[in-house]
């Protein structure tokens, strides 16, 4: 059992994926409805696949670039196999098949669940839950598999090779694993924006015209820009989704297993070390809780379900509770056994910046586990707080409503602002918190436990966006207002899980991209990263600029999108009679183009600008540096993304706070006062920043981090590089102190003189232009001694340059 | 001459406070107008002066509470002296008279410029810039006095001290030169908060209810909160920013003299020390070159002048212009021969993290302070460039303005996060070059050179709200439009000066906020900032959110203020009858006393957060930690205060942009026109942004240093220290290697053996509830063998605290 365990999680996630069939078919079998609703939601469907798959052609030309660079990367250094390659693409396809299984799903799911609220509520949510599940199911199951077999492929490749150690054999694997979920987050980054400036130009679009000009309500099948705006919830919000989560699930398991690596390296300086599990328990749990936390969400599933047509939003958001934290404590409960058997009892670990290594037991990886999921739970207690009908945030922008657009804008801005605070200090809690517990293993651990139950998280989150899509069926097709008003209530519980489900993810993104930028730092070898050092302080700066510039792009591109549409359904109105009575159909195929193009277009700047920007600083500046900007990104990042979501979220609900009434200044207003429309101002500006940028903040900081990882090798400082140097293990260090006495330094003191600074000697010579210059260097690294030597030829320029990099190293 | 130095920036402060004097009683002497336009007059100052009085007597009870926290920790620690308390007071004292000097000379020139704007436009520019002068020679003369004067006082109290080296005496000297500055930049946060809340909470309540609901036009005398808008403008541009230009002008040249102190101790190990200024060269030129600063200053105020009656703003603009050139390359050149003549023709200089310490010319510095201006310059080229009028980032606003608020807002938004991109850019550049120049030293040398004629600047800054007052006097007292005219023209190159000079403002305060950091670090002694270490990792998180929330609670308090301020002047006009017919007068009174009690009231949240959380992690967590905190601080402060000033900027501009009209999809478009309505509500956004958060930002990033510099050394990590412990100084360190060779390390590489970790051994014994330990500790810290014993009691939780701090040292 204990040699094949990694067959569990391969097992686990091919269940996964049989429950996610069986439900699709369920799903499919229902009624589609009356020919109208047919038709609706085939336009939807086609618009959304012609989406996804103008995307795929663009993004299989940054796949081939991309392999192409990697590949090249892998020839550079010993430490990355050219499998890498194959195992981005594989990541690449793997995320966007889970994108394309989701937005099928969807796209099927909504007139029949349109259909379904035609009988009961219960159905209803029955038939868009079970959409939600096949989408989650299938994000996590494929994530499990891939992960799970690609590791297991790669043990047998690499862990045969001789010459090299346990630790450095493993590094190979991981880092060839690495470019799996480079890939799957390659893919997010796109689908996340693209997907993001698609739904907002044309919700933006479709409101401005349509609500505001024409007058007319949501959804109504004489506004040219309806369909693209549906289209738009289903690549928004569930393909983007899906490739997000799908990204985050990977990268925090392969975070983990990275530093369980270290872990195992740490352990092995002792007698510790075990054979459980060939040596691999560290590694190989993350993969096991991601296992048993598909099982664990396909049990959770079976509990969503409501029984009283009557109900209202509170029953539908229990059911949805219930499920949730029945899936989250299995989870848990499997977690402790888990660890208690994967783990040796007691591990030993090195701290950074400490003398001696620690003995951590094993329970408080579960205890960190336990903070991951405490604090998720609390930011997203937190978030719900900030963005919810009726509390004090939500009721503060309502009030400032009456005053005008402006007075709304700068409640919604401070609102969003304020919500940091809580987040914030919730999130340096979890860090400090399972730091201490068990290092930054303990914080991958956190964000592991975070995440493992992305398949129940994500089909919480995708019904939403297909009940909302059902409740446009059902306006187009001018259903009976009772099949209206029971979608209603299922799009609003999925508005809140939306709102909470992006402070979980940001908050799961946040921990995972830390221990990416940890286990970034502990492969380079580099001594930390010091923002006492002028380089890596200026890329401190360089790196918090980055989340706003994407911001900026993102919700600029939002602008141009929607003014284009704006125009567009303006000109519909204008030009083709007939419109506004019904008699005419206007031309939605329009709109869905203008949306699709501007998406595709728009998402390619600050998706370059996410990935190349860390290769440059890495190879021009080096790898501390680099370390500083990807802190300066997760720390402007979270913040950004916190801020925008949050704000969102308010702006949101204080506008649909109006639907029921608000009492401002003693006075009840609805829909339609003046106050109501200061607010639909505030929710417009708030789409971009919920929808667009906010989300893609997560992105940002992963695949930042990500890229670091992989690039990690070529910027050099790893020891796997010892074999070219003469260096030998210092014996001992004798320190002779001028009163005369020795000290002979301990084996662990010794073992800890690691700033004896690099000694560099250089000798250069010149003929006519070409400087050569030999260098040698004496290191203590680590209680060894390090020789060196280098020889550069060059220009003058050149052979400078490169003995700079090579004392920096 | 060469002992004597200090005195020349004594004497040079005092010739421009005498200069401003002269000026002072120079615009008195001009004719107030008419007896309308000095009661007008008369009503702002009034109102202005009440407000800073009540602010001050808040401000007292603060000093007293913050002079006995400070007196108890300067008898914790032995190089915090209690004059460190006196130094605080008149530090918060000249700040207060400073920014009264201001208000007073701006009030009393605001009739007298429209008076003399009756006969021609160069008079009124020749009054307002009057104005302006007193305040920045004030400002710039007192900051410099005392300075100086309290440095030479120092001197003479410390530097007779036995049993301490020149280097630990003059940190004695400058750790009570730091409450000057402590103090200086406490009262410059309230006057900052406060008045930019006081002047929007006016200004917005102003606008919303009179321009927007009654239609009245600005500084129409029917508008209840007319004079408290003018109010506001003294006491938020003209108080508030002076008070925040006198706390970085010192705060510069205070963190340029700290980091010279450094320079001294590194010169100190070789025998390049000379006795050339009492070996305090580095220490004295930022004093040097800052009294010169204010020398060059007077002499570029003469060559603001027009002659042209028909003159209009670029004509106006090109006068200050070259009046601020002037002045920058009078102290430019000046600062080539002092540096030539105060420091040592090539000084030893260590940096962070390199094995040996580097020979720096002195022209290096130079080099520093020229990239220091050049970057300034440019930043503010690329402030200009995102707020003014006809370029593209405003004109896109305008563009977007057509299809409603939420797009201008969104264009807005996205135009402040854009324009992080060229200054953050070029701030890192400058950070990364000032340092590759001339280590930290060079980084404060650059902030010094930027802020050496901050009289001119703020002369420049100043000259714009009185112009903008003497706009109001006139329509309030119904002069010829003709003198509107010619005010507005001086107006409206006030709002382009107001805008450049904050992108200035930023930058400036960045660099300081940086030296501060870079002396804090240096002072604690501790082994850089390694945010690979969770703890700092988190706080770096934490300081990152804390410009959010500060942002957030003065735009909320803004917001409250301003809501306020509405339902009174809806109150006047429903309830006082004649107002609108121009036959009753509204209570100005009431508005000016809302801004006031909201402005005093909502100030003290911000400001204690401000300052008591550096306080409390820095205890609690410890000095790296705190340096982690300080960085995040700097970072997020940085971004959201150009985000901010600059998105208001140009929402500002964007809606000027209509008064002379614009072609919108091949349409004029005018004031009172629907773009035109949008843009005003984004412009109502802007101004808590620009006026309120975003200047504050400054204070905060500088405060938040300077209270770490402060309490440095109660965080210990000192060398003064050093006389408790049996140190030693290492003679040799020899290696061993396992293959039998013994390599004997040079000095140079002994001397850098910094990091064998502190090896601690303690014994307990335990006593019924109280615990002992004996701890004793061995470290080698630059080459010196450093051997600690401490005895620990108290309760076992006690003790395992102690001994943790212990080991963290």
Chains 1, 2 share one sequence.
Not at 240 to 247: H, K, N, Q, V, W
Request: charged residues 15%; proline residues 3%; hydrophobic residues 50%.
């Amino acid at each position: 059992m204990e040699s094949n365990v990694i067959f569990l999680p391969i097992a686990l996630s091919v269940l996964g994926l049989l429950f996610m069939l069986y439900k699709m078919s369920w799903v499919k079998k229902q009624s589609p409805g009356s020919d109208r609703m047919q038709f609706i939601s085939k336009s939807v469907k086609e618009g959304a696949l012609a989406f996804l798959h103008a995307e795929y052609r663009l993004l299989a030309i940054f796949v081939v670039i991309a392999s192409a660079a990697l590949f090249y990367v892998s020839t550079l250094v010993d430490l990355t196999s050219w499998m890498i390659v194959p195992a981005f693409i594989i990541g690449a396809f793997f995320s966007g098949l889970a994108g394309n299984i989701g937005m099928r799903i969807a796209t099927d799911a909504n007139a029949r669940t349109a259909e379904a609220a035609k009988t009961s509520l219960p159905n209803a949510l029955k038939v868009s839950f079970g959409g939600g599940t096949v989408m989650g199911l299938g994000v996590a199951g494929l994530a499990v598999l891939g992960l799970s077999l690609l590791f297991l492929f790669f043990l047998g490749q690499f862990m045969g090779m001789e010459n090299y150690d346990f630790y450095t054999k493993m590094t190979i694997v991981l880092e060839a694993l690495a470019g799996f979920s480079l890939g799957a987050e390659s893919i997010a980054l796109f689908a996340r924006v693209g997907g993001g400036i698609y739904t907002k130009a044309a919700d933006v679009g479709a409101d401005l015209v349509g609500k505001v000009e024409a007058g007319i309500p949501e959804d109504d099948p004489r506004n040219p820009a309806t369909i693209a705006d549906n289209v738009g919830d289903n690549v928004g919000d569930v393909a983007g989704m899906g490739a997000d989560l799908f990204g985050s699930y990977v990268a925090t398991v392969l975070a983990a297993m990275v530093l369980g690596n270290y872990v195992i390296r740490d352990m092995s300086e002792t007698v510790q070390h075990t054979d459980l599990f060939n040596n691999m328990g560290p590694i190989l749990l993350p993969l096991v809780i991601a296992g048993v936390g598909v099982l664990a969400s396909i049990l959770g599933t079976f509990l969503v379900r409501i029984k009283d047509n009557t109900a209202k939003e509170p029953q539908v958001q229990k059911a949805l509770d219930i499920g949730n934290w029945a899936s989250i404590i299995l989870t848990l409960i499997a977690s402790y056994f888990l660890i208690d058997w994967m783990l040796p009892e007691t591990m030993q670990m090195r701290f950074f910046g400490e003398a001696s290594a620690k003995m951590i037991p094993s329970m408080n990886v579960f205890y960190a586990a336990c903070i991951g999921l405490a604090v998720g739970a609390l930011i997203s207690f937190v978030t719900a707080y900030y963005t919810s009908l009726g509390k004090k945030p939500v009721m503060d922008i309502v009030q400032n409503s009456s005053t005008g657009a402006a007075t709304n804008i700068i409640a919604g801005l401070a609102v969003g602002m304020k919500s940091t605070f809580a987040s914030v200090l919730l999130f340096a809690a979890a860090i400090y918190g399972s730091y201490e517990l068990a290092g930054f293993y303990g914080v991958a651990l956190a964000a592991s436990a975070m995440m493992a139950t992305t398949g129940m998280q994500l089909a919480i989150d995708a019904f939403g966006p297909i009940a909302d899509n059902a409740g446009g069926v059902a306006e187009m097709s001018n259903l009976d207002p009772e099949v209206r008003e029971r979608t209603d209530i299922l799009d609003s519980v999925g508005n809140t899980t939306a709102a909470v489900g992006k402070g979980f993810a940001i908050a799961s993104a946040a921990l995972t991209a830390l221990a990416l930028f940890a286990a970034y730092v502990t492969f380079t070898g580099i001594d930390g990263i010091n923002i006492f050092k002028a380089d890596v302080l200026s890329m401190l700066f360089v790196g918090g600029m980055i989340p706003v510039i994407f911001s900026a792009l993102a919700m600029q591109s939002v602008g141009k999108a929607a003014m284009e549409m704006v125009q567009e359904v303006r000109r519909q109105f204008r030009e083709i009679p007939g419109i506004m009575e019904g008699t005419a159909t206007p031309e939605y195929a329009k709109c869905v183009a203008i949306s699709t193009n501007a998406a595709l277009k728009e998402m390619i700047l600050p998706g370059l600008i996410t990935i190349i920007t860390p290769i440059l600083i890495g190879l021009i500046f080096g790898a501390e540096p680099l370390g500083g900007y990807m802190a300066g990104v997760c720390v402007s990042g979270v913040m950004w993304a916190i801020f925008q979501n949050n704000a969102g979220g308010a702006w949101d609900n204080a506008k649909k706070s109006f639907e029921a009434g608000v009492m401002i200044n003693g006075k009840m207003e609805y829909k339609g006062s003046d106050a109501h429309k200061a607010a639909v101002t505030g929710d417009t500006v708030g789409d971009p920043f919920k929808d667009t940028s906010g989300p893609s903040m997560n992105i940002l900081i992963k695949l930042t981090c990500l890229v670091g990882l992989v690039i990690a090798p070529v910027l050099g400082g790893h020891t796997a590089d010892d074999s070219e140097l003469g260096n030998t293990t210092v014996k001992e260090v004798m320190v002779v102190s001028e009163d005369g006495t020795t000290t002979t330094l301990t084996d662990e003191q010794a073992a800890n003189v690691t700033a004896i600074n690099k000694q560099v000697t250089i000798e250069y010579s010149s003929n006519d232009d070409v400087t050569t210059a030999k260098v040698s260097s004496l290191t203590i690294v680590n209680g060894e001694e390090v020789k060196e030597e280098k020889t550069f030829t060059g220009t003058e320029e050149e052979v400078k340059r490169q003995i700079e990099a090579f004392k920096a190293q």
